[in-house]
């Protein structure tokens, strides 16, 4: 038996009035979703513990089947992982963000955050903005690693780990009151913004109507982290698909294999099909037991408040990952199970997560149930299956 996860970040929503209603899940056109759920086990799984804030590292911890509250240290140190950065232990580590404030001549507390991706900047243009901001910042202190597009990496040497606010949930908003109370991360964000928002890669950028990567934001503080062997703990051989670091970096800890696919960036077009191939080769020719593919362009869709792309983004989902991942495995004649499901909502409403349970489907190839319903929000619910600990999720997939 072979085991694959399909994990549509952020796909999950609330309903909304401009669908009549629906969800963008219940909206989008899926049809290789529809046939699955009418063959497969629906529910509901609470993937974030009380208490916990939502976000994709505690959520997809738990999708995986670590308990946040037993490993998690905080996200910025899983992606370090995945960068490569060999954590002391009185090392702490931060997300570096670069994103857009408002471009005008207002003191920088009383600028506005516009966008927490830069309008998902390209690694290539974002390493250069990083390397600008290394020359005049890093110190002994504090480290700068270039990570992927907008997500970047700072190590703060003999840090502690202290409250800081994701700039997602804030877009919009003056961010005065949400900078950082330390006052050497206050002044190296003021500082970046006197770097970057003139530099000659930003002015081509404002040309073209894009905006402008022009500040630093930190958040997301923790340390080294230490998870047990994937293997180990469920005596199946696992390989992970993504282009976040934040999911390489859980692969890396957890002892799994890390593959990576070319053009997969981690936005609306990515490349869909290189990761579908790549998860069905691992599984079928390389000797996996198990397969995660990560896919992110929903969530983004979410925090950029666009309905059409996020049905977009599962669409694409649909008809570029999923059909491709139940064609293949089916051809091949090898038992298997498939699970679809998001990590946690990022409801358009709101443009960030949400700890709302999330709708899952699981799809055996030597066990097709007979049923009406659809893969969605609503549906999921009204099926009367219910994980209440997400952890557990991969206990009920491996049928433990």
Request: charged share 25%; glycine share 8%; aromatic share 8%.
């Amino acid at each position: 038996m072979k085991y694959i996860i399909v994990l549509g970040d952020g796909m999950a929503d609330e309903p909304i009035e401009k669908l009549g209603g629906k969800t963008p899940l219940e909206c989008a056109n899926t049809p290789t979703m529809d046939m699955l759920s009418k063959k497969s086990e629906i529910g509901i799984v609470h993937t974030i513990p009380d208490g916990m804030k939502p976000g994709s590292d505690t959520a997809n911890l738990s999708v995986m089947g670590y308990d946040p509250q037993k490993y998690y240290s905080g996200r910025s140190p899983l992606e370090a992982l995945s960068i490569g950065v060999d954590m002391k232990a009185t090392d702490i580590a931060l997300r570096c963000n670069i994103v857009t404030v408002s471009d005008d001549d207002l003191p920088y507390d009383e600028k506005i955050i516009i966008d927490h991706s830069s309008g998902e900047i390209s690694t290539e243009d974002a390493a250069v903005l990083i390397d600008a901001v290394k020359k005049e910042l890093e110190t002994d202190e504090y480290k700068f690693y270039v990570g992927t597009s907008y997500r970047h990496l700072t190590i703060w040497d003999n840090g502690n780990v202290i409250d800081l606010t994701q700039p997602h949930d804030i877009l919009g908003r003056v961010i005065g009151g949400y900078l950082p109370k330390q006052e050497a991360f206050r002044d190296m964000m003021k500082k970046s913004y006197d770097i970057l928002n003139n530099h000659p890669i930003n002015i081509e950028r404002a040309k073209k109507g894009l905006n402008k990567a022009n500040s630093l934001w930190f958040w997301g503080a923790g340390t080294k982290p230490k998870l047990d062997s994937f293997e180990m703990k469920n005596n199946k051989k696992g390989a992970m698909v993504s282009a976040v670091d934040l999911l390489k970096g859980i692969a890396v800890g957890a002892e799994m294999k890390v593959i990576i696919v070319d053009g997969a960036d981690a936005t609306l077009n990515t490349n869909y099909e290189g990761k579908a191939k790549a998860g069905v080769n691992a599984v079928l020719n390389d000797g996996f037991d198990f397969v995660y593919i990560h896919v992110e362009a929903p969530d983004e869709m979410g925090h950029q408040g666009s309905i059409e792309n996020k049905i977009k983004a599962i669409e694409y989902l649909d008809e570029k990952v999923i059909k491709i991942v139940y064609d293949e495995m089916k051809k091949s004649g090898v038992d298997f199970r498939l699970a679809v499901l998001p990590d946690h909502p990022t409801p358009i409403s709101c443009r960030t997560h949400t700890s709302t349970p999330v709708p899952y489907m699981i799809y055996d190839s030597t066990n097709e149930i007979d049923k009406m319903w659809n893969y969605n929000e609503k549906e999921g619910k009204t099926s009367g299956n219910y994980i209440a600990e997400g952890h557990k999720f991969i206990d009920r997939f491996f049928e433990k």
